[in-house]
T-cell receptor, first 114, second 113 residues
């Protein structure tokens, strides 16, 4: 079974803090993704990575950066947290194959910025 | 501007009946679609997918229909079970590599016993 784990289920941070969200997958997947989920908006893509040290911006990259130093790990960084970044953050991974576009998701991190 | 729309935020269905969840998209270049199911406090899990070269795909109780001319797809669950109660997301691939997806806002399905 594919397992995607996220470092925290719940996180509370103060405005202006630097926040690190970690994601690890154990299936040697090439592609990894960060989304945020907000009510009425569904999942919105922040960044994705198709290989180590490679990254692409998604729909809402402003205020975020990412790091992928190892294949299994994809980190989302909030350089200076703001209250509008309070959200559920979901990490996903996927193997590069034309047979399936299925992504495997972690359980999510609910981040509250006060 | 939402490229993938799920116009029903919620749906209630009696156990044993059919559930029909709808999804509309705006870009005719989207060529692969997926449905995910999400329970509270868990990440979404993949349910079923369909390529634009098909108009139907079945997997057990779940069937997805695609109408390309209307840019519409629907997920049918027959028969519905209480364990199907969850939020369902429709997603479309924006590239040919499965690296860039856009999701709809979700529909909360409640299956009543």
């Amino acid at each position: 079974d594919v397992k995607v784990t996220q470092s925290s289920r719940y996180l509370v941070k103060r405005t202006g803090e630097k926040v690190f969200l970690e994601c690890v997958q154990d299936m040697d997947h090439e592609n990894m993704f960060w989304y945020r989920q907000d009510p009425g908006l569904g999942l919105r893509l922040i960044y994705f990575s198709y290989d180590v040290k490679m990254k692409e911006k998604g729909d809402i990259p402003e205020g975020y950066s990412v790091s992928r130093e190892k294949k299994e790990r994809f980190s989302l960084i909030l350089e200076s947290a703001s209250t509008n970044q309070t959200s559920m953050y979901l990490c996903a991974s996927r193997q590069t194959t034309v047979l399936s576009y299925e992504q495997y998701f972690g359980p999510g991190t609910r981040l509250t910025v006060t | 501007d939402q490229q993938v729309k799920q116009n029903s935020p919620s749906l209630s269905v009696q156990e044993g009946r059919i559930s029909i969840l709808n999804c509309d998209y705006t870009n005719s270049m989207f060529d692969y679609f997926l449905w995910y199911k999400k329970y509270p406090a868990e990440g979404p899990t993949f349910l079923i997918s369909i390529s634009s070269i098909k108009d139907k795909n079945e997997d057990g109780r779940f069937t997805v229909f695609l109408n390309k001319s209307a840019k519409h797809l629907s997920l049918h669950i027959v028969p519905s079970q209480p364990g199907d109660s969850a939020v369902y997301f429709c997603a479309a691939s924006r590239d040919n590599y499965g690296q860039n997806f856009v999701f709809g806002p979700g529909t909360r399905l409640s299956v009543l016993p």
